[in-house]
């Protein structure tokens, strides 16, 4: 099956598909991070979910994993300048939550 | 179970959750569009999932329909103005992909 691709923004989405590596990259944008605390910040993804969106994100060259080789184990995931550079994307849609977000939770959600 | 919402970005992620409906958006700043023309846009989304995404969107006020009432029947889908002021957000989404996109393709797509 062949795939067209309609505009560059798809490879966009292919990298935050998901609103569970958006918030990683919001986390991530605030400090490094142990898993422990992302799985805190993320309340409600599971141990095996946020795994798997870490693994991804790194194939996708934007979280590096980070083991400071100690007992008991610590290990720190940060972003990658490439994934840093995604960050006008989320303060575009943190601007506009902020400007419009009422809206959606009025017409919507309430 | 409570939700802790850590950043309005979430309202946003809900809004466009997803690759078809930013696709839709994407589409439907060029031009307002018929159920078909939008699924050829679209390749690959079935009948039932497109008629789902519009449903949503709809609900969230950011998709019109209409109905011209003609036979054959004549549907268009548009955006609402709130819709449109997504604009920006895609905008940045494309510049990213413009500007990065040739590092995630060569990094885990090929």
Same mark, same amino acid.
């Given at each position: 099956?062949?795939? $067209?691709?309609?505009?560059?923004?798809?490879?966009?989405?292919?990298?935050?598909?998901? !609103?569970?590596?958006?918030?990683?990259?919001?986390? *991530?944008? $605030?400090? @490094? !991070?142990?898993? @422990? $605390?992302? &799985?805190?910040?993320?309340?409600?993804?599971?141990?095996?979910?946020?795994?798997? $969106?870490?693994?991804?994100?790194?194939?996708?060259?934007?979280?590096? !994993?980070?083991?400071?080789?100690?007992?008991?184990? !610590?290990? /720190?995931?940060?972003?990658?300048?490439?994934?840093?550079? *995604? /960050?006008?994307?989320? +303060?575009?849609?943190?601007?506009? +939550?902020? &400007?419009?977000? +009422?809206?959606?939770?009025?017409?919507?959600?309430?």
């Amino acid at each position: 099956m062949t795939k $067209q691709v309609g505009c560059p923004t798809e490879i966009t989405l292919d990298v935050i598909a998901g !609103r569970w590596k958006v918030m990683v990259i919001f986390w *991530l944008l $605030q400090d @490094n !991070r142990r898993f @422990n $605390q992302l &799985q805190r910040d993320l309340s409600g993804i599971t141990h095996r979910t946020l795994a798997k $969106q870490l693994k991804e994100m790194e194939a996708d060259g934007l979280v590096e !994993r980070e083991d400071f080789g100690e007992i008991p184990p !610590r290990v /720190e995931y940060r972003l990658t300048p490439l994934g840093r550079s *995604l /960050e006008p994307v989320l +303060a575009a849609m943190h601007d506009w +939550a902020i &400007q419009h977000g +009422a809206k959606i939770r009025s017409s919507s959600k309430g």
